[in-house]
């Protein structure tokens, strides 16, 4: 048995190794991203817990301490609170960005700075913002960046707020200065868990005053949505990768099989039984799909390290640890590709069992196959050499399948791919249902407020402005956020209804009125700051991405302060020279866009290396499996090929027919994918990115991109098939007689 599984081996060198390396790409793929993943989960979570992080955040603006409110509620074990200073720093590029500073160093591994120096959140390290030995002015007091920590609790791209650390004597001058907000934060520990998140301090009484109040699964989820997102979509890569390997390796099974019939007939001659037979092609082909899973294990040690490092800067980290392979991934995707391989490989086996042992005396051709070779001379519209081509094509068109999947599956891949990156691309406010406001203004009263609006625009010209609120409604137990303007922002997309007429109608985010299963045209009681029981109506949902998002937005309320107003410059190029050139008494003016822009600018160049890395490995492998499969369909057809020569077919005349069916498989593959982007792809992107974490995903890929990408593959591929079809110079009449 095993010189018979050695001969087999030896006798299809190429199908072996065709099988060892499709295996290799596909387990490297998905052992490297769920690897990588878990670690990124698994790594977010040890640290949580061993900085003893509370299980609920509470931000409030106030100067006075809320940890004596909080101790008396009902499921609290204990509660600690820092007080903090809110407050705007200059970062890369001029943007403003909000920074938390505080002296509590008790819930991070860091040391407390001098009484000149700053310690920051990674987070604006990764972003290019601050560096060590960068200088910041708060205030009077300029420090020094000492260096940075990792902020598990805020520092995640999808939070507003960064953290700093300063000194003690440094935080006292800094209040003293009266020239930031004051703002407590709580650290908040549970008896218990409570089922529903809705219900987290729902009996404090004050949490409509509270501006943020996050339990610990909601800080997580932030943490991990970008590298879900990034993960989800490398795994529809590979399980691409993955189908296409199962069609390309049944493939080479089935035609090394029908090269190997007289060699089987000549086995059974010899006394070998069909479930011998079997059991020697089956024990050589899993040797190959070992030989690649052990190699993808080899090499997703380091795979695996450089994904995770990739993963956990997306999260804003800078340190990165070594990983060792999860031998749970490792052993399910083992298991996995050897009983599908062995699945295709016993169906493939199928047709061994009519091989006679005549067949040994025979030409080697199954009886399916004989007479398919032949002329039809009736006369033919097309050229010569591509009626052949065409006629021949036809005649195998199931032969030159696996060469139109292999084809039609990678562009779609691709399309999907371009289209994703599209998606994120340029100003993309509605999509993430952001409003763009360029500077918020803060005066007393109406008066001074009309001047120096006046005033604004004489510097800068004003493109629009108006009232803005920030407000909360307490909606079915759920501290709601409520956006008060003027007049709804156009970034807001509505998906259904309409924008609010009045200061009683509401527009949700599709992820909230999802969440708290709500619908349009609903009346809902609300308690606000102002009444128990106030009636409003939801009219609409607007578009956002981000499912954490628990928002609302409506008209300005009369009754409330109306102190604050939100302002568009004509140019945004000119909001550097209005920030310091603008001096009035009693007026502040806060750039609030660089949270919002921080965020934006993050999410797009995860997305944009994402894509671009997937488009090159795209286009490797496809190169990789077109020649495996142009070179083993050229293996398969050279008896027929030989025949043709002896005919007098030149090696010219039958490189150029092979080109044209390797032309049609590739223009029905085109079309396949077109198919499938136009009826499916949208479809398949939004489901992969709403379980990421992300909603209401839809975008249209440009023409000239579809074309673009179309053309690069074609270009390729047909470059890889001329030179595979140099192998049929090699092949000698005489091998064959």
């Known amino acids: 048995m095993q010189k018979i599984i050695k001969s087999l081996i030896l006798g299809q060198k190429a199908f072996m190794v065709t099988i060892a390396i499709l295996t290799f790409l596909s387990s490297l793929t998905m052992i490297t991203v769920l690897t990588a993943y878990q670690a990124n989960v698994s790594h977010y979570q040890t640290a949580y817990r061993t900085h003893k992080l509370p299980d609920i955040l509470v931000k409030q603006d106030t100067q006075q301490d809320v940890a004596a409110d909080l101790k008396g509620l009902k499921n609290v074990k204990s509660v600690s609170s820092a007080p903090s200073l809110m407050t705007q720093v200059e970062g890369k590029d001029k943007q403003n960005i909000t920074l938390l500073l505080s002296d509590d160093t008790s819930h991070f591994n860091v040391q407390a700075p001098s009484n000149h120096e700053i310690v920051l959140a990674s987070y604006l390290e990764s972003t290019g913002n601050f560096k060590r030995g960068d200088a910041i002015q708060i205030g009077n007091k300029n420090l020094t960046v000492k260096g940075f920590y990792e902020d598990q609790l805020l520092g995640s791209p999808l939070f507003k707020y960064k953290q700093g650390i300063v000194s003690k004597t440094t935080f006292n001058t800094l209040v003293a200065q009266k020239s930031s907000q004051m703002t407590q934060l709580a650290f908040v520990d549970l008896v218990k868990k409570p089922k529903n998140s809705e219900k987290l301090l729902s009996d404090y009484h004050d949490r409509l005053k509270a501006d943020l109040i996050y339990d610990k699964g909601y800080i997580q989820k932030a943490y991990t949505m970008l590298p879900t997102i990034v993960a989800l979509v490398i795994i529809l890569a590979a399980i691409f990768l993955f189908g296409i390997c199962q069609f390309v390796i049944r493939f ?44 993808a294990i080899l090499a ?133 249902g952001l409003p763009k406001v360029d500077v918020i203004m803060r005066t007393p009263d109406h008066t001074i407020r009309g001047e120096a609006l006046q005033q604004i625009n004489a510097l800068t010209p004003i493109k629009s402005s108006g009232y ?59 308690k606000t700051q102002l009444s128990n029981n106030t009636k409003m109506t939801i009219v609409g949902t607007y578009q956002t991405i981000n499912n954490l998002g628990k928002e609302a937005y409506s008209l300005v309320d009369f009754d409330l302060p109306m102190n604050s107003t939100y302002i568009n410059l004509k140019s945004t190029s000119q909001k550097d020279k209005l920030l310091t050139g603008f001096h009035r008494d009693n007026v502040q003016l806060t750039d609030t866009s660089a949270s919002s822009k921080s965020l934006i600018t993050t999410i797009q160049t995860a997305v944009k290396l994402l894509a671009n890395m997937i488009l090159i490995l795209t286009l490797v492998i496809s190169g990789l499996f077109v020649y495996l499969v142009s070179y083993l369909t050229i293996e398969t057809e050279k008896r027929q090929l030989a025949l043709k ?17 390797a032309g049609f498989a590739l223009a029905l593959g085109i079309g396949l994918s077109l198919i499938l982007d136009k009826f499916i792809g949208s479809f398949l992107l939004s489901g992969l990115v709403n379980l990421g974490g992300l909603t209401q995903f839809a975008v249209q890929l440009p023409l000239s991109y579809d074309i673009a ?29």
């Open 252 to 295: 080479a099974l089935v035609s090394g099989i029908a090269k190997d019939r007289k060699k089987i007939a000549t086995f059974k001659t010899l006394g070998m039984s069909g479930r011998q037979v079997k059991l020697a092609y089956v024990s050589a082909f899993l040797l190959s799909n070992i030989a690649g899973l052990v190699v």
């Open 300 to 432: 997703s040690f380091v795979t695996s390290n450089l994904a995770f490092k990739f993963f956990w800067h997306l999260n804003g980290f800078t340190s990165v640890k070594h990983i060792s392979l999860n031998i749970v991934v490792v052993l399910a995707i083992t298991l996995l590709m050897l009983g599908l391989s062995m699945i295709i490989i016993l169906l493939s086996l199928k047709e061994t069992s009519s091989i006679s042992p005549a067949s040994a005396f025979q030409d080697g051709q199954s009886k399916s196959n004989q007479g398919k070779f032949n002329f039809d001379l009736t006369k033919n519209s097309l050229p010569l050499q591509m009626g052949i081509a065409f006629k021949d094509y036809v005649q195998k068109i199931g032969h030159y399948m696996t060469f139109t999947l292999v084809i039609g599956l990678f562009v779609f891949l691709s399309l999907m791919i371009a289209t994703l990156n599209q998606g994120f691309k340029g100003h993309v406010d509605s999509l993430f």
């Open 468 to 526: 803005i609120q920030e407000t909360k409604v307490l909606l079915k137990n759920e501290v709601i956020p409520v956006h008060r303007y003027s007049k709804i922002p156009s970034e807001m997309k509505v998906l259904s209804g309409h924008t609010p007429k009045n200061q009683q109608e509401l527009l949700l985010s599709s992820n909230l009125i999802k969440t708290l299963k709500l619908k349009v045209g609903q009346k809902v009681h609300v």
């Open 645 to 661: 020569k002896m005919l007098g077919f030149t090696n010219v005349q039958l490189k150029l027919q092979y080109l044209f069916r």
């Open 709 to 737: 990408i179309i053309l690069l593959l074609v270009v390729e591929s047909s470059l890889i098939v001329v030179f595979a079809s140099r192998r049929i110079t090699k092949i000698k009449i005489g091998d064959f007689l």
